[in-house]
């Protein structure tokens, strides 16, 4: 059909705009629940620059993950983004709403992070807990799945003992199927 507009796809978007993520319209937003009253995982927002690809239904973007968590009466204090590029959003978006942002660029593709980033992860998100025993912290890779599932699980088996199965299975109860 001529003249439609394919969003998501590499022909819908122009020289000014960026590529959507390969999947990434199709995933849904966050976890259905806070994964130990603690973290909340989800798919990288995107800003603005990408709305003439994302149909309004299938938006997201920072304001709108902090708005759903404030509905929930989270208050998410630390944003811990994985992923390994700076497009998706202005991380000032991130500050300006009194949240600490850091970057912890990981690879991705089927690439696990490495020991180094696992631990990196892990002594970010225990000062932060010990600081800010009511806040909640917010952690993305492109979908929220496999970085983020691979984080979050390590900071569980680190810092509460639990074996492997029962962390995953704690983030695959959150934000289902979980790592895959």
């Known amino acids: 059909m001529s003249g439609s507009k394919r969003y998501g796809s590499s022909s ?6 960026p590529p959507v993520p390969e999947r990434w319209l199709k995933c849904p937003r966050k976890s259905y629940t806070t994964i130990t009253e ?11 620059k990408y709305d003439d690809q994302i149909p309004i239904q299938n938006r997201f973007n920072t304001e709108m993950l902090f708005s759903s968590m404030s509905n929930m009466k ?5 944003w811990i983004d ?12 991130i500050e300006d709403a009194d949240c600490t942002y ?3 660029p990981c690879a991705g593709h089927e690439q696990p992070p490495t020991r180094e980033q696992a631990q990196l ?16 912290i917010g952690v993305h890779c492109t979908h929220g ?16 003992d639990f074996d492997v199965t029962n962390a995953l299975a704690q983030f695959a109860a959150a934000r289902p199927p979980g790592i895959y």
């Open 102 to 104: 850091v970057k912890i």
């Open 121 to 136: 992860f892990v002594d970010i998100c225990s000062k932060f807990i010990a600081k800010n025993p009511l806040q909640s």
């Open 82 to 93: 994985l992923t390994k590029t700076s497009r998706f959003y202005d991380k000032s978006e």
């Open 38 to 48: 603690k973290f909340v995982a989800f798919k990288t927002p995107l800003d603005s």
């Open 12 to 17: 819908s978007y122009s020289s000014h705009s």
């Open 145 to 160: 799945f496999n970085r983020t599932g691979f984080m979050i699980a390590t900071y569980l088996i680190e810092t509460f």
């Open 74 to 78: 989270v208050t998410i204090g630390l």
